[in-house]
C-alpha cells in the first residue's frame, strides 16, 4: 500500500546514505553511484563544506521573500553571470525553462519558439511544451501554441523554421534525457547565427550539462556561442533545490516588477549552498580533472568488446552507452545494480553515466570493471 500517486517507476529498495561517491540501502547494500541523483550531485555525498555552508545559513534565517535585497543572490547571480548575465532564481529545471520561455516572447514579442526532436526540458506546461517528445504530452493537450520540433543536429530544419516570428530557439548541448546526443559544434554556430539575422534569442538548457558536468562550468563555453538566455538547475545545489535562469543584462528591461516571480526564488539556503558548490566548481584545476576522468572513462568504455554495445559517446562525465536494439538496457541496469553499480537510462536504449565529478580514478576502475563484467 502507497499513499504516493504512481507517476514515478520506483525500483524496490530506498537510498538511505551517502558518503563521497557510494550509496547503501535501507538492505545495507553498497552501490558505487553513476547517476549523480540524476546530475545533480555533482560534488559527491556528503561535501562538508557544502553541508556547512547549508546548515549555517540555516540555524542564521532560512527565508525572506523577495520583497527585500538580498545579497546572497546577487553574489551567487554574479559568479554565475560574471558581468554579462543577470539572473532570475527559482527552485527547479522547469522552472528555469518556463522564465526563459516568457522572457524570450515578452522581449521579441513574437510567439513562436523551436525546440527539438529527442530534446527535453521538464513537465510543467511550458517546458513540456518544449519537450520534444510524443510520449511526455500523451494525455496533456492541449499544449502551449506555437512551438515546433525540429531535428536535432539538422542545418536544413533550422533554416526552415527560423522567420521573422521566432521569439528564441532553445537547445541542450547535449540532450540528456534523449540519450547523450552531442551537439555538432558547427550546427550551434549556424543556429547562433540565424538568430542573430532573424533577432530571435538563443536559449541553451545547461539544466543537465552545466555545473561542470562537461568539463567547463557551462557545455555552451566549449562551443564558442553565447547564448542570449541559459538555464540552471539540477548540479547548482548538488541536492538542494534550485533553479536559475540567467539572461543578458540589456534583456532586464522586459522582466520589470510584477513579470515575473515565485516565493522561495533564490531562497537564503539554496543561495548559501549555490554559493560553495560553484566556489568548488568553477576552478581550471577541477574542471580540467572532470575533462581528463571523463576521457579516461569514454576511453576505457569504448575498449570494452561485447556485441550489445553499439556506440559510446559523451564528454566530461557526461556519457552514454548505446545499445544494440535487441539488448534492453533495462537488463543492463539490472545487473549493473546486482553488481553494485547504480547507472540511468537515457532515450530508447542508451545505458546513461553521470557520477560524481568528485569521483577518484580507483572508483571509476571500480565501475569500468564491473560495467565489463556485465557486459
Ligand atoms: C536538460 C533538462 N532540462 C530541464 C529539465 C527539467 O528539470 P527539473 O526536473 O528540475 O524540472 C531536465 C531534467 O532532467 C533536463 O535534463
Redesign the pocket.
Known sequence: MTNLFPNYARKDFEIVEGVGSYLTDDQDRRYLDFTSG??VVNLGYGNEAVEDALIRQAKRLMHTPNLYQNQLQETVAHVLGKENYSAYFCN????A?EAAIKLARKTTNRSKIITFVQS?????YG?MSATGQAAVHQGFAPLVPDFVYVDYNDRDGIDQQMDQNTAAVIV?VIQ??GGIILAEKEWLQEIEKRCRETGSLLII?E???GMGRTGSLYAFQQMDIEPDIF?L??GLGNGFPV?AMLGKQELGKHFGPGSHGTTFGGNKMAMAVAAEVVRQIDQSEFLEDVQKKGTYLLEALKKIDSSKIKEVRGRGLMIGIELQQEFSVEDIIKDLEKAGLLTLKAGQNVLRLLPPLTISMKEIDEGIEKIKKVF
Open positions: 540524476i546530475g527547479s529545471g522547469a522552472e525553462i527535453f526540458h521538464g513537465r510543467t517546458a541542450e540528456g534525457e538548457d539544466i543537465q550539462t538555464t538547475a539540477k533553479g
